[in-house]
């Protein structure tokens, strides 16, 4: 009876200084154990950029869930058998490392178990004092209830040091392993379960021997609980020791740091970007730009049609690289598009009954009100075009003109309406030189107007963040259903650049005024992609040109996106015919405007043949040859005039026609109206009968 009186006499004792004891300490403080660092995250959950925390730490969020099995099953193995039964603190482990200590008059083994190394990384203490080891045991029990078996692990997951400012276990899988410990081998998960007994000693990149003794020390106790066979751990000790930290990855650096800046309290944000093309585009504007010479800068920016959504963006070459100044994200950069805007001029007037892709234009010299003379870039004419034709091959005069008809204000209006920000020189009204680049836009507005043309004509609002959906209604429109349905197929025929297919996507290029910005936007019916090329300070690049520098990457992303380009659908109020069968008033542009031909000095321009009035014998009926006749042919020329010439009969033109000597096939007996249009405007006709 008294031994027993004496036992509880102790052990109350004992309860009652724990009791006070717990009772010193101060409430349990998490803030800086739950600080992560922020990250930011691909459509999929992929890591596209860590940032550290305040303090310079690398610490990932993770759940165990996230974490190989074999990982987890290895940690508890070697850490703390009893993990899943104890409540904290494992008394079979205290009982054993007491024992040591009496025996040895030293600490030997601290018999702790995860939830309390959990407890010392919370409240670091250096002395490992009993003092220090009760606070541990008391905290450990603490964080059970609180966080439960789950919740401690992932704590454990979160905080465990890796050596320097590497803490938890997604950080030190992507700093030595260079991935996410989704999957990870035997000796992979051996060396992860083992650093953080002395990160220090045992670092890779600075101890890499220390590293394989500790992993193999693993490997081995593992094994010989059967977690592993003796095979496995064979296999694994042969494998290497990773001997250096990898770089975190660093994707979409300037919409990492964009999204960070919207919403710093945050410590996970995702993204719609696809991490899969956004590496790919990275690594084309990288690329190109070390081909292109010193200062260039690229940016190339993906849009989902469908939804809106921003799915590569790709600000600079290198973020880092400062001899291209990586740091400024060009996507969001006001420049002049050049050409890059005709095709919204031409919508405009094929949504209001100006033209249509058919309707015949002058391409020839013309000096618009003010004095403004504008000139193609190749310096010549073509003629008489259709506006079909004019779009395709980016002529200058017939844009200025279709500007003139619809009007400079409104056409600014129109794209600050579809959401556009434009802005235009200082103290300046809108004007013509407007279609040819006299304005600034951004990458981003260019791409959101051309996915506007993919969707019919609306223009999605952007999205960056799957969490937040764009309000419903507010799409913006450019263009009406058809005017859009012309003008993506009109650019779907658009001369492709050298070695790429054409006719596979539609697109349009720009080249800014003292070739100081090169453009190439293109889209299909699934995505829209836009590119630009120059120098982030403004200066002149000579040869700097959208259809060199900026279209040959825009097919190469395109190809990279993959699949098969899908055409935009045709609506079915779309008026598809050749110039001959559109209305009277559509056939050409009216030329009612206020402007002036340049004057020539060349001679008139005059059919010589056939005459006026003449009557053809080539043995035709009204229905074509007649008795098995050979292929009837009528020969025309032309003198005088500026070429090129344009051959039309009845206002369709000749296929051939395009010199001062051509030919048509007639496709039956009848009247016929023959005429020609040289560069400079002028023209001739005659009327013929055909027999």
Not at 357 to 371: A, I, N, W
Not at 665 to 674: K, Q, V
Request: glycine content about 10%; hydrophobic content about 45%.
């Amino acid at each position: 009876m008294g031994l027993v009186a004496l036992l509880l006499t102790t052990c109350g004792g004992a309860s009652l200084a724990l009791w006070r004891f717990i009772a010193t300490l101060p409430p349990l403080d998490l803030t800086q154990a739950q600080l992560r660092s922020t990250v930011v995250l691909d459509r999929d959950g992929g890591l596209l950029r860590p940032f550290a925390t305040g303090d310079g730490r690398w610490r990932l969020p993770l759940r165990a869930a996230e974490v190989d099995p074999r990982f987890l099953a290895m940690l508890t193995a070697y850490e703390d058998r009893r993990f899943a039964t104890h409540p904290g603190v494992d008394p079979a482990a205290i009982l054993r490392a007491a024992g040591q200590w009496l025996r040895h008059g030293r600490i030997v083994s601290g018999g702790s178990t995860l939830s309390m190394q959990v407890a010392r990384l919370v409240e670091p203490r250096a002395a490992r004092s009993l003092d220090a080891k009760l606070r541990q045991m008391v905290r450990a029990v603490e964080l059970e209830r609180r966080f439960g078996k789950a919740g401690l692990l992932d704590l454990y997951l979160a905080l465990a040091p890796y050596g320097g400012p590497v803490e938890g276990l997604r950080a030190a899988s992507r700093a030595y392993l260079g991935r996410d410990p989704a999957r990870l081998s035997f000796a992979e998960a051996a060396l992860l379960v083992a650093l953080p007994q002395a990160p220090e000693a045992r670092r890779p990149d600075r101890f890499p021997l220390a590293a394989r003794r500790a992993r193999d020390r693993v490997l081995d106790r593992v094994a010989a609980r059967g977690v592993i066979t003796p095979a496995e751990a064979r296999a694994a000790k042969a494998e290497p020791v990773p001997q250096g930290r990898k770089l975190f990855p660093m994707l979409a650096a300037h919409a990492a740091e964009a999204a960070v800046a919207a919403d710093p309290a945050s410590r996970s944000i995702r993204l719609t970007l696809d991490g899969r093309l956004q590496a790919s585009l990275e690594a084309l504007a990288t690329e190109r730009a070390a081909a292109l010479g010193p200062g260039l800068s690229i940016a190339i920016l993906a849009l989902d049609n469908r939804t809106g959504a921003v799915l590569a963006q790709v600000g600079s070459p290198g973020h880092g690289d400062t001899s291209r100044r990586g740091a400024i994200d060009m996507t969001g950069a006001v420049r002049s598009p050049g050409s890059a805007l005709k095709p919204f001029i031409y919508a405009l007037a094929f949504e209001q009954g100006i033209a249509h892709p058919e309707t015949q234009l002058d391409d020839r010299p013309v000096r618009f009100p003010g004095g403004y003379a504008p000139e193609n870039f190749d310096l010549g004419y073509q003629g008489t075009v259709t506006a079909r034709r004019a779009l395709q091959l980016s002529l200058n005069v017939p844009a200025v003109e279709l500007l003139q008809a619809v009007g400079a204000a409104r056409f600014i209006a129109r794209l600050r309406e579809a959401g556009a920000r434009i802005e235009l020189p200082r103290d300046t009204a809108p004007g013509l030189p407007v279609a040819l680049g006299g304005l600034g836009i951004t990458l981003t507005d260019l791409a959101r107007l051309f996915s506007g043309l993919a969707r019919g004509g609306s223009v999605p609002p952007l999205v960056r963040r799957p969490d937040r959906p764009p309000v419903e209604g507010s799409e913006r429109r450019i263009a009406e259903p058809v005017a859009a349905w012309y003008v993506a197929d009109t650019l779907r025929g658009a001369p492709p650049p050298e070695n790429a297919l054409a006719g596979r996507i539609a697109y349009k290029t720009g080249t800014s005024y003292g070739y100081r910005d090169a453009w190439a936007v293109g889209f299909d019916r699934r995505v829209t992609f836009a590119v630009w090329v120059g120098r982030p300070d403004g200066n002149a690049v000579p040869g700097l040109v959208g259809r060199v520098m900026a279209a040959p990457i825009l097919f190469d992303a395109f190809a990279r996106f993959g699949g098969e380009p899908e055409a935009v659908p045709r609506p079915p109020d779309a008026l598809v015919t050749t110039t001959a069968g559109l209305p009277p008033p559509l056939r050409h542009i009216r030329r009612d405007g206020p402007k002036t031909v340049a004057t020539s000095l060349t001679a008139t321009l005059r059919i010589a043949y056939p005459p006026d009035g003449a009557r053809i014998d080539l043995g035709l009926t009204e229905t074509g040859l007649a008795g098995g006749a050979p292929d009837a042919a009528l020969a025309l020329k032309a003198i005088g005039g500026v070429p090129p010439l344009t051959w039309m009969i009845d206002g369709s033109p000749v296929v051939a026609g395009v010199r001062r000597e051509s030919v048509w096939s007639p496709e039956g007996a009848g009247f016929a109206r023959i005429s020609v249009m040289d560069a400079a405007g002028a023209s001739d006709s005659v009327t013929v009968r055909i027999e």
